[in-house]
């Protein structure tokens, strides 16, 4: 619900419509209160368009000779042709409690669209309802944007030094990260672990452990097991919870029972 304005602005668009089994195009001038927009989807619905965009100079003064379509914001003025076509702002009060209006960021990672008959008829995809008669199926699109989920969880799950992923879609579960001098011991838990399903990034480059540590941390894998000399002359290799940064040293018997309590 917005206040009623005293003052109002006009702006100008080019409707492509349907009139008498003909495609035309129309000049719709919408009218807001002044210092808000107009939302598209609500005008194109107002004006039962297939599509709208704004109006370019030369169009408004080729198409202002012909039929124009009038539409004013119902917080602009009154009268037959007003209707809501303003874009909702923040400070808007809800038509239904009256309650304020809060505008937050968001990213759209799904989506539905009411497809209706449109495609069924022109496929003779019907049905027989409860009567015997045969009708069109209503169809939806149901869409999930992996990539814009992926980008999603990655502002959600990250801090300064990276991804944070949470262990039920971590690409891996763990991230080995093998230091000079035991490779063969490396090797040999990568590949217990692989035993036991547990997916491993294992990373035996020759790089100085600050790189291996620092990458390790960017790409947020849930577990980091380190092992080394020190570690193993301590009786265990050292394991990091990236979320949390905790770190602790553990038997390398009891590594894999201690991954197989991650959570998630």
Known sequence: RKPKSDEAETQYFVATIVENQEVVQRLVQ???AKGRTVNETKLLNAVRAQSIQPAHEDQIDSLS?????????DAAGDGPSTTD?????????????AAELRAVRGVE??????????YSKAMGANFMDRN?????IIMGCYGIGVTRLLASLAEHYHDERGLCWPVAIAPYQVHLV????????????????????IEVLFDDREERPGVKFNDADLIGLPLRIT???????????????????ETTMVDIDFVIEVVQ???G
């Open 65 to 73: 000779t012909q039929t124009v379509l009038v539409v004013v914001d």
């Open 109 to 118: 990672v799904a989506n539905i669209f009411k497809l209706g008959t449109h």
């Open 178 to 197: 093998a230091l000079k001098g035991v490779e063969e011991t490396a090797v040999s838990l990568y590949h217990q672990l692989r035993e036991e399903g």
């Open 132 to 136: 015997g008669r045969s009708q069109p």
């Open 261 to 263: 309590k991650l959570p």
């Open 85 to 97: 076509i303003t874009a909702a702002a923040a400070g808007d009060a809800c038509p239904t409690c």
């Open 30 to 32: 919408a009218t807001v």
């Open 227 to 245: 092992i080394g000399k020190r570690s193993l002359q301590q009786g265990g290799v050292e394991l990091t919870y990236r979320q949390s940064g």
